[in-house]
């Protein structure tokens, strides 16, 4: 992403508008070419960007919008275009939740001026550390690309930690197992013994010319071969998930008009988030937290240091406090299914 924004001359003095509701790589990677985030609400019932607070925060210099379509929901598309081809200002799509999600029969990830993709733990295809970029226009691409040239893989010593983790990782998580494992990899990430996806928003960062290592881009490729098997599983699960949510009390996000995710993961919304969680975990099913706050995983008093003005975003910050989804990996079973859906019809 920041190697798309640079090639878009986005630099110190300028403005990138992403929503709120987003993981701190995305801050962080605004924040590495200079410029400084400007953070736009959720929808009313939706996940993804408002439109009508995008086109309120847009200033003289905003230079550029990320466009997230989080879970793989996609975003209002034709309402954010017309916003801002207004205004001229170009959007690049966060696509890390979805490969294959269609907005009025088109993927997404082709209709802003490029689109990123991260293959990293809890993706849709996970290949380790790393991600891609994908630039339409043919002059932004050859700058994008220049970049890519001057950037070195990571050590040998960052390489074996990833694999081991991969490993690990593939051995050990199961729905069953994910409260086991989520705790193990939030003990070793503290310790600093395994890579987590998060750093210290004051620390400098020297990700944003690291290469993803050969090897793992090895593993991408074979991975996505069986791209449409992920996508297939997915959509699967999802509608066993669908059909029973709905007899309960739980109420799913909105989609947009002419948008068919195929989604990361199931999201749903509980006004009591925290004892949800906690049934889930006494029952050993699977229901993940985020984004617990705007800026995942920033608490309230770390949010400056990202420019996040608390009670600035009010829908995103209530959607953290009610948001959880489920798995739709090729590791969940039809047994994994029914408990979930029993302890959602028990609560
Ligand atoms: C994971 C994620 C990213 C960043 O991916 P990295 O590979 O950690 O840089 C960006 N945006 C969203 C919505 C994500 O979920």
């Given at each position: 992403m920041a190697a798309i924004l640079r090639a878009l001359g986005?630099?110190?003095g300028d403005e990138v508008a992403t929503q709120a509701f987003t993981c701190l790589a995305v801050p962080e990677g605004i924040r590495a070419t200079g410029a400084t985030p400007v953070y736009v609400d959720t929808e009313e019932q939706g996940v993804n960007l408002c439109p009508r607070d995008l086109s309120a925060k847009?200033?003289?210099?905003?230079?550029a919008v990320i466009v997230q379509h989080t879970f793989g929901i996609p975003a209002q598309l034709s309402e954010i275009r017309s916003v801002l081809n207004e205004r001229g200002v170009p959007f690049v799509e966060d696509c890390c939740h979805t490969l294959a999600s269609t907005y009025v029969n088109q993927v997404v990830g082709?209709?802003?001026i490029g689109a990123f993709y991260s293959f990293e733990w809890?993706?849709?295809?996970?290949?380790?550390i790393g991600g891609s970029a994908v630039v339409h226009d043919p002059a932004l691409r050859a700058k994008v690309e220049e970049h890519w040239e001057s950037c070195h893989g990571p050590s040998w010593k960052s390489l074996l930690k990833v694999n081991l983790q991969y490993w690990a990782f593939e051995r050990m998580y199961r729905p069953s197992t994910y409260w086991k494992v989520r705790a193990t990899f939030q003990k070793l990430s503290k310790a600093g013994a395994a890579e987590g996806?998060?750093?210290?928003?004051d620390e400098e960062s020297?990700?944003?010319?690291?290469?993803?290592a050969g090897p793992l881009v090895e593993r991408l490729r074979q991975k996505l071969t069986s791209l449409n098997h992920v996508v297939e599983n997915s959509r699967r699960i999802a509608g066993l998930y669908d059909e029973a949510i709905d007899r309960t009390r739980f109420r799913r996000p909105a989609v947009p008009e002419g948008g068919l995710p195929v989604y990361a993961r199931f999201p749903l919304l509980a006004a009591d988030k925290e004892r949800l969680l906690a049934r889930a975990e006494e029952a050993r099913v699977e229901v993940a937290d985020w984004y617990r706050t705007p800026v995942h995983p920033l608490e309230r008093r770390e949010w400056g240091a990202v420019g996040l003005e608390p009670g600035s975003c009010p829908r995103a910050e209530k959607l953290s406090d009610e948001i959880v989804s489920l798995p739709l990996s090729l590791k969940v079973t039809d047994e994994d299914v029914r408990k979930t859906l029993a302890l959602f019809e028990s609560l």
């Open positions: 986005v630099g110190p847009l200033s003289q210099k905003t230079k082709t209709f802003g809890g993706k849709p295809i996970v290949a380790g996806n998060y750093h210290d928003p020297h990700e944003f010319s690291q290469r993803m």
